[in-house]
């Protein structure tokens, strides 16, 4: 993908991001991500159904990194199973920490693929996938 | 001012970040170096002429540092690891033991984590009572609004004398005036405020004050506690250990050293000491108030310069300590931090550790500037250009 393309994505995901807005609905599980590293501070809830995410919502204060990952995070992780997603995030992780990575799952978060380049970066990319992890493994039987 | 002196300098950065931490000039990293070369010894130990050099070099620091804030005797100077430290240890050494459930302390909102935070877990384990003089709109402390805080309870007021998002000056004279005409303790977080400004702890008549070195030109991990003699002598050790006591038998009797060496148990960071002696060397040579003198002039050159973009909002134009907070609009402040790291230039994003500031100001994060003598006109010219740029979110990615 060229450099174009992912700005602009990573742009419109900052300027309108998906899902972002907190409920009030027991049916959610919610975390709160306060990066211990920089300075974003991001709400993530979950409604879990029958081993499936159902939806997933945040809101925040975060840089343009953080919250696009996250809006591109939850677009990938609604629909999947708690099996599929964690494996979406680990690969995700795998990415970002300059692992070997599938990139066949990852979709729009590939445009993350270069960001070990900026390493200040990396634990902005990392917050949405580590807060919705804290809430998956609590499934993981 | 004397660029040449800053090794770090020469690494092509444009470093904004002081009020986090100033870069060191060639004279205190060769004291350093030659303490560990020429002298390495630990200090009130040994009988042997090298110790004895470490001694008179370690004392000899105690003595600049009481002239540099005009201390009445070096005793009153305690050397600790920041100060964080020193303001930790006047919390649980002294306060801890002399308030009880009920008293009040009085400190604002504009406070660094660690002026705040030991007050906040003395609240939890005895009882007094954290209260906030309110903050002008400008987030100043003025002296009716500590008077207006006070009530019959309030023992202590503890405040910065600079703070560090803002950079505002307090009128700490006349608080501690009043306040010692009603018996409330003065204690003064002097981290942002004793490498720029002259502060005469006899003048100001403060009780307890908190500095720390390498944000003067000194090594990190050296601070100070300031105490006057009477007070500083009822601080009970939080820390014991060798260095700090005259005898111990097995039938549980001691019996501890005068101060200071009894506030200094263990052996002190001596190569971080003797560096801060040299950093009090380089300030006096240029003189404190010609610092003063160049930080305030480059605060306001700057702040002119940035109120000519119209991207840039700032929060502080007026204060006196040379911090501008400020924010490019529309753009969270770490994006705008990572942005100038892409040209070199080092400023801070966040809350600053003044985490409280956000219910006062309405604003949760900023960008920080903050000079130091090193700095130029030549460098804020070169941020201008930077900042002056319509795509500075696109090119943060
Ligand atoms: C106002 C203020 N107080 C206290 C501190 C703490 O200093 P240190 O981290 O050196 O102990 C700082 C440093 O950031 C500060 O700016």
Redesign the interface.
């Known amino acids: 993908m060229d450099n174009n393309l992912k700005r602009s994505i990573i742009l419109e995901n900052y300027s309108n991001p998906f899902n972002k807005g907190l409920i009030d609905d027991p049916n959610y599980e919610k975390v709160n991500m306060n990066n211990e590293s920089c300075i974003d501070n991001i709400d993530i809830m979950i409604n879990i159904d029958n081993n499936t995410i159902k939806d997933i919502r945040f809101d925040g204060e975060a840089c343009a990194i953080s919250t696009s990952a996250t809006s591109i995070m939850l677009k990938e992780l609604i629909g999947k199973n708690i099996k599929d997603a964690l494996y979406i995030i680990e690969q995700y992780e795998n990415m970002i920490e300059e692992r070997k990575y599938d990139d066949a799952v990852l979709g729009e978060a590939i445009v993350y693929n270069e960001i070990y380049k900026q390493p200040n970066r990396k634990k902005c990319a990392l917050l949405p996938a580590n807060g919705i992890k804290k809430i998956l493994k609590n499934y993981v039987i | 001012m004397n660029r040449d002196d800053f090794p770090m300098l020469k690494n092509n950065v444009y470093y904004f970040d002081n009020g986090a931490t100033t870069l060191k000039p060639k004279e205190v990293i060769a004291s350093t170096v030659d303490y560990y070369e020429n002298y390495s010894g630990n200090a009130h130990r040994g009988d042997y002429d090298i110790s004895l050099k470490v001694d008179n070099v370690y004392e000899n620091v105690r003595e600049k540092v009481r002239a540099f804030i005009n201390a009445e005797d070096a005793s009153e100077i305690i050397f600790t690891s920041g100060a964080t430290q020193s303001i930790n240890m006047v919390v649980n050494g002294f306060f801890k033991h002399n308030l009880k459930k009920g008293d009040e302390v009085l400190i604002t909102k504009a406070e660094h984590a660690s002026l705040a935070l030991p007050w906040f877990v003395l609240e939890k384990e005895i009882g007094i009572v954290i209260k906030y003089i309110e903050l002008t709109n400008d987030m100043e402390v003025t002296l009716d609004n500590v008077k207006k805080s006070i009530t019959n309870r309030t023992k202590v007021i503890a405040l910065a004398h600079v703070t560090n998002v803002m950079g505002d000056i307090r009128p700490i004279k006349e608080i501690s005036k009043y306040a010692h005409a009603n018996n409330i303790y003065v204690v003064v977080d002097g981290a942002q405020s004793i490498p720029h400004i002259k502060c005469d702890v006899k003048d100001l008549d403060i009780d307890f004050l908190a500095f720390s070195a390498h944000k003067m030109l000194g090594p990190t991990g050296v601070g100070v506690l300031y105490g006057k003699y009477e007070l500083l002598d009822k601080v009970i050790p939080t820390n014991v250990g060798g260095g700090m006591n005259t005898i111990f038998t097995s039938l549980n009797e001691y019996n501890l050293k005068g101060l200071p060496w009894r506030l200094e148990a263990g052996t002190p960071n001596i190569a971080g000491v003797i560096g801060f002696g040299s950093a009090i060397d380089y300030i006096n040579k240029i003189g404190i108030d010609s610092i003063s003198k160049h930080c305030a002039e480059l605060k306001r050159y700057a702040v002119s310069k940035l109120s000519n973009l119209n991207n840039i909002d700032v929060y502080n134009p007026n204060t006196e300590g040379s911090i501008i907070a400020f924010n490019v609009r529309n753009i969270?402040?770490?994006?705008t931090a990572?942005y100038l790291?892409k040209h070199k230039i080092c400023v801070r994003?966040?809350?600053h550790c003044a985490k409280l500031l956000k219910e006062s100001l309405g604003i949760?994060?900023t960008c920080r500037i903050s000079f130091y003598l090193y700095n130029t006109k030549e460098e804020i010219d070169y941020l201008i250009k930077v900042l002056d740029n319509e795509n500075i979110?696109?090119e943060?990615?």
């Open positions: 969270f402040s770490q994006d990572i790291n994003a966040g809350n949760n994060n979110l696109e943060s990615l």
